[in-house]
């Protein structure tokens, strides 16, 4: 910002200009003082201390052909699909620490999904696969936590189910990990364990569609842009969480999310 500024000495008003324009002016002359401001959302870069500004969560669903099953649709037949998240749905878990999870409202059914999340320095519009790894800026270790009761119960009204996927503290996410230490996450065990038992184990090989393919799927629908992050979808066996749990979730080659459900 304050490079920009330099570059750019501040021009001289011609008066010519005012007069043509006298009502923008007008408009210009307001002061525009922020009555509420609302803090930015950042996801910690491991080891640097350097922050990532967070600006969208998009979520793919149904990415693992044995979780689509479980969910009652034919793998083979969907294509992705994409929800989103609120970006202040975010919980930093840092590796080595056993963060509060608070049980959120109104459900019976809460329930975890760990995922794989890439996160985003750069992108655009219809981005080809092909293309795609180099927009990524980094990787971390999130679950995708969900009210499963209200999320079919409005798939059932055919209603939206953001109430489901968007609870306070819905999006836990470890640190981000940059390409250039850790390389693409396109291979490799995820794993989620409920008070020591495994409850789901799998490996990013089983992907549908990967995060390339996401970002080439998602990029036809939105104009993605530095700050987004991708939960990439989550293996089957997702299961309900209850108050005193302890949930560890596990991808190769990054370290461990820790979570206890209070
Ligand atoms: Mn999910």
């Known amino acids: ?132 790894l180099k927009h990524i800026y980094g990787y971390a270790v999130g679950l995708d936590m969900t009210r499963r009761d209200l999320q079919i119960g409005m798939r059932e009204q055919k209603k939206p189910w953001d109430i489901g996927k968007s609870a306070d503290h819905g999006a836990p996410i470890g640190p981000l990990h940059k390409v250039a230490q850790t390389g693409h996450f396109t291979k490799g065990a995820i794993s989620l364990s409920v008070n020591g038992e495994v409850k789901q184990t799998s490996d990013l090989t089983h992907m549908i569609w990967s995060v390339a393919e996401q970002i080439e799927k998602l990029s036809e629908a939105f104009e993605l842009k530095a700050g987004d992050l991708i939960y990439s979808g989550t293996p089957e066996n997702v299961g309900p969480v209850q108050k005193g749990d302890l949930l560890v979730c596990k991808i190769k080659g990054l370290p461990d999310l820790s979570l206890k459900i209070v």
């Open 1 to 132: 910002m304050a490079k920009k500024a330099k570059k750019k000495p501040a021009r001289k008003k011609s008066k010519a200009k005012a007069v043509k324009r006298p009502a923008a002016k007008k408009t210009k002359a307001v002061s525009s003082k922020v009555v509420v401001s609302v803090p930015p959302i950042y996801v910690p870069v491991a080891g640097a201390g350097e922050q990532f500004q967070v600006r969208r969560i998009y979520c793919i669903g149904r990415n693992y052909a044995a979780h689509a099953r479980e969910m009652g649709s034919d793998p083979d037949r969907e294509p992705p699909f994409f929800f989103l998240k609120p970006t202040d749905a975010i919980q930093v878990v840092m590796p080595g620490k056993l963060a509060n999870h608070p049980y959120p409202s109104l459900t019976k059914n809460y329930q975890y999904e760990v995922e794989l999340v890439a996160a985003l320095k750069s992108g655009g519009k219809s981005i080809k696969a092909a293309d795609a």
